[in-house]
């Protein structure tokens, strides 16, 4: 059927039947691609290798659901790295020319690079990746995670290509469709971007994310009412991602309504009181209630306390306490105090700072 594209086609690597069966059921969890899908995917998957611990593609694909779970919040990425790690690992060992394996593993030692200060990591591995499409044009993943970094790196047409390659193998797979409205929207294509993931949705309805970037397209056209309906289709889809509810109550707080906003609070501190965006979403009730010293308070503390930056809660934090000061009258003071948390802060000629502290002060400064 794939004619001259790929001639080494291999079978699914056990003889257990119930090990395989327990496989597809966690691709079907996986391709929706939400809080309750992965941790449902995450169990069959090692219930499967459980039956049978040498199911190489099971170990493949539970790699990539710690990669997907790194992605939505679920896990870390000093949880998810070392996983993604051990398990591709011991596929390379039997599988040393596995190409999804190991663009697989490169993105995520890269994600962790990248996150920890090191912005040219990704343009170093954009030939690595591209190689690995060509040894196996018939694979989707390093297509998929090229794709990603040529979108990062601002190469939209080129990542573009890529997704077209992907799509001619795989023309029905949500997935391709919802990276394909990712790289449009980034690209400010938002008729494209919005056509690739109501697409998306045809052929999984159950995702949450792709209403959640739909919700962020109609923000950036200005279609608030249409952005909170999306917000509200996600959390129907998804009702234990306590993210998607904090992102609605920080919504609602900047246009206000306080008291609506704290609805949604009330579920997101029920459910994941110490989380990042739980943090985020505070202090962004505080910012909208004109409490002015609690907020720099608490801005503080999510400084100080190194909080990641998902949904950018630590850029947040940083502008808020650096535009503020320097309001205030206290600029030099405030740099010094960036500078005792993120050495060579306020140094342009210093080295490598995260990522977060690097968006902060290129925007702030």
């Known amino acids: 059927l794939l004619g001259a594209r790929d001639k080494n ?36 998957l090692k219930d499967a290798l459980s039956r049978d611990p040498d199911f190489l593609d099971a170990k493949t694909e539970l790699a990539r659901n710690y990669m997907d779970q790194m992605l939505t919040g679920l896990a870390s990425i000093d949880e998810a790295v070392p996983a993604v790690e051990a398990l591709a690992g011991q596929v390379l060992v039997k599988r040393p020319a596995d190409a999804r394996t190991m663009a697989i593993l490169i993105w995520a030692r890269d994600y962790r690079t990248f996150f920890a200060g090191d912005l040219g990591v990704l343009a170093t591995s954009v030939d690595t990746l591209r190689d690995l499409t060509v040894a196996a044009p018939g694979e989707l993943e390093p297509k998929l995670v090229l794709a990603r970094y040529l979108s990062l790196l601002r190469r939209d047409d080129e990542a573009l290509l890529q997704l077209q390659d992907a799509h001619e193998l795989d023309p029905r797979n949500p997935k391709i469709y919802f990276a394909m409205g990712d790289v449009n929207s980034r690209s400010r294509d938002f008729e494209a971007a919005r056509e690739a993931l109501l697409r998306s949705l045809e052929l999984e309805p159950e995702q949450p994310n792709a209403h959640a970037m739909l919700a962020e397209i109609a923000g950036a056209t200005g279609d608030g009412v249409e952005g909170l309906r999306q917000e509200l289709l996600a959390i129907k889809v998804d009702p234990e991602d306590h993210e998607i509810p904090a992102v609605v109550a920080q919504f609602l707080y900047q246009l206000g309504l306080i008291e609506e906003g704290d609805r949604f609070r009330a579920r997101v501190r029920a459910v994941a009181p110490t989380s990042e965006i739980a943090r985020q979403m505070e202090l962004m009730r505080s910012i909208n209630a004109d409490e002015e010293d609690a907020s720099l308070a608490l801005a503080r503390r999510i400084i100080e306390e190194n909080v990641a930056n998902r949904h950018g809660g630590w850029v947040t934090a940083a502008e808020y306490l650096l535009w503020t000061e320097t309001r205030r009258g206290n600029a030099q003071a405030v740099l010094d105090y960036f500078d005792s948390q993120v050495p060579g802060f306020s140094n342009f000629d210093a080295p490598s700072i995260p990522q977060k502290a690097l968006a902060a002060r290129t925007r702030a400064l």
């Not at 119930?18 to 995450?42: F, I, N, R, V």
């Open 9 to 44: 086609i291999e079978g699914i690597a056990t003889k257990d039947v119930s090990a395989y069966d327990l496989y597809l059921q966690a691709l079907t969890e996986k391709a929706k691609w939400s809080y309750g899908s992965l941790q449902t995917a995450e169990g069959l």
